[in-house]
């Protein structure tokens, strides 16, 4: 069976700080992945999304990027986090063909 | 991207049946229809997708207008464990669907 994994779970940071938060998938092979961030008291807003090794789009210009070196790894990334960039981070994959996404546990970012 | 408009929230008590409704007057003809949901802290869970036929899950029912511009999530059963918010997501089944999430409806059960 497929398990989607992201770590941690809770981060601290404060403002101007490196970012990286990690997201792999087993039991699949060529996933789309996705990442979504959800502010506090607000919906979900699709970040990235990723087709293959190397393929990243982006949906909305901000402070964040994302790589995908492996076919199964999505990683989020910041050079110097802002206070707007709080939030709870997710990490979805789907299957090559549109199937439903599956979410990740989350990782519940907090910029001080 | 189709717009939608879902009751802010709802309430019912365990073990009744519940409708979710979803309207979606610009959803295009090749749009389906999709229901996730999202526990307290947790993310997203797909909970049923169609396009014109009402359609059938161990999860729940959808029931579809036949112009398509509205739709109806059922739980046929509330238990305390569905308490969620509902989002209804109209989205192409593409090779790389993207999903955009509304403010979606928060469902409360009583016991």
Known sequence: SQTIHQWPATLVQPVGSPLSLECTVEGTSNPNLYWYRQAAGRGLQLLFYSVGIGQISSEVPQNLSASRPQDRQFILSSKKLLLSDSGFYLCAWSGTYYNEQ????GTRLTVL | DAKTTQPNSMESNEEEPVHLPCNHSTISGTDYIHWYRQLPSQGPEYVIHGLTSNVNNRMASLAIAEDRKSSTLILHRATLRDAAVYYCIPALRTSY?????????????HP
């Open chain 1, 102 to 105: 599956f979410f990740g546990p």
């Open chain 2, 97 to 109: 669907g993207k999903l955009t999430f509304g403010q979606g409806t928060i469902l409360t059960v």
